[in-house]
């Protein structure tokens, strides 16, 4: 994978909080979502699986966090040192997806895209959802509709997890903007309701929406080469066929059943919350092959 040098970070897209993340409660999720004024839950992305399978854990076991002086309209210029470092990619990665879907929402499922902004924090920080820290991993809170990652958090994707190639990161931004349209076009509302209707299949559904999540951003992934900045820039020169194999390895180590065995316990089925291994990696893979966002029926009619 390589970025345009050419390519404009867009910093109205990204909330660089870093400097000033901590204050308040922090939540100590437990395995337990984070509830929500409008009576959900936070649509989570990845790690809380690890609270689910060791128990719960704090900020300490997950990332380390650390303030940031970084300004990224001039540290990441086009053509500048630091265009390459970790929060000028993930604002291009932004960009993209955003650029990606403020396209595809509309003519595919007839509604406007809204755009949704990613705060950089480091360690805790306030949002919409209640107060996070970075032992929740990327999450999406569709109260305030904001990403939410502590980039420190890629570096436990690679030594916890062992995701590893670069393309990981963008696959993790492009789930949780999968979450993004799931709220816009309704699916995340309807999987409440089916959780309140039917709270014993919390889970179940729980899964459901994570693949579809996957499975959005294997669409986005088929369509990325062909996104490009605010100036009509493209964003990226090359995606190859190892960057996507790089994003599915990262779908498959982030696996409930991985997890799980990683965390030293045995498998518990009854416990996932975001699908096994083989089901991440086949739903990434069935937006990817497909790029039609119609093929990721996770659902198949159950809402």
């Not at 630091?82 to 396209?103: M, P, R």
Request: aromatic share 8%; charged share 20%.
């Amino acid at each position: 994978m390589e970025i345009n040098e050419n390519a404009q970070v867009d910093p109205s897209q990204i909330d660089d909080v870093r400097s000033r993340s901590g204050g308040g409660r922090i939540v100590g999720l437990g395995g337990i979502p984070i509830p929500t004024s409008k009576g959900g839950l936070i649509v989570t992305a990845i790690a809380v699986v690890l609270a689910l399978a060791g128990g719960g854990f704090g900020v300490s076991q997950f990332t380390g966090g650390g303030d940031s002086g970084n300004n990224l309209s001039t540290d990441c210029a086009a053509g500048s040192s630091g265009h390459h470092d970790t929060d000028c990619t993930n604002a291009l990665y932004v960009e993209s997806i955003q650029e990606f879907w403020g396209k595809e929402m509309p003519a595919v499922f007839n509604k406007p895209y809204q755009t949704a902004k990613t705060e950089f924090f480091s360690g805790q920080t306030q949002t919409g959802c209640g107060a996070a820290d970075s032992g929740v991993g990327p999450f999406y809170c569709p109260v305030d509709n904001e990403v939410y990652i502590d980039l420190t958090f890629y570096d436990e994707l690679v030594d916890k997890f062992g995701a590893k190639g670069e393309f990981a990161q963008p696959y993790v931004l492009a789930h949780e903007y999968g979450h993004h349209i799931q709220d816009l076009i309704g699916t995340e509302a309807a999987v409440t309701r089916a959780e309140q209707r039917d709270p014993q299949d919390q889970n179940k559904y729980s899964v459901m929406l994570e693949l579809q999540a996957d499975c959005y951003a294997g669409v986005w992934a088929n369509h990325a080469a062909d996104t490009k900045d605010t100036h009509g820039t493209p964003i990226f020169t090359s995606i190859t066929k190892q960057d996507i194999s790089d994003a599915i390895d990262a779908a498959g180590a982030v696996g409930d059943d991985a997890i799980q065995q990683k965390m030293g316990g045995g498998v518990d089925e009854s416990q996932f919350t975001h699908g096994s291994s083989a089901q991440r990696e086949h739903w990434f893979s069935t937006g990817y092959d497909s790029g039609d966002p119609k093929s990721c029926d996770t659902f198949g009619g159950s809402l």
